[in-house]
Nanobody, 118 residues
């Protein structure tokens, strides 16, 4: 059974930084593309950043230049470094793995809450 577990959320002042982590099952991490999504109250869940198994990345325009996605395949861990945080970044952040091309499955973590407030 594949499990994705996020951590690192919390309360940060505007302009501050935070790093999120997602620990995954070893059976899929080395082969599956991974993403960070977020969902704010009353809004649709949106893609924040994407990373392939080879390390190629893509970002939403709203976070480009401020957030950095990375992965350590040896540790089965994905990260999201968030800098220059704004109140509009407040959301529940979710880890996502797309294994459809391998076993037809997708996987979501339970989410971690990030709150940007003074």
């Amino acid at each position: 059974q594949v499990q994705l577990v996020e951590s690192g959320g919390g309360l940060v002042q505007p302009g501050g930084s935070l790093r999120l982590s997602c620990v995954t099952s070893g059976s899929i991490f080395s082969i599956a593309p991974m993403s960070w999504y977020r969902q704010a109250p009353g809004k649709q869940r949106e893609l924040v950043a994407f990373i392939t198994r080879g390390g190629s990345t893509n970002y939403a325009d709203s976070v480009k230049g401020r957030f950095t996605i990375s992965r350590d395949n040896a540790k089965n861990t994905m990260y999201l470094q968030m800098n220059s945080l704004k109140p509009e970044d407040t959301a529940v952040y979710y880890c996502y793995a797309d294994a459809k091309t391998f076993n037809g499955m997708t996987y979501w973590g339970k989410g971690t809450l990030v709150t940007i407030s003074s």
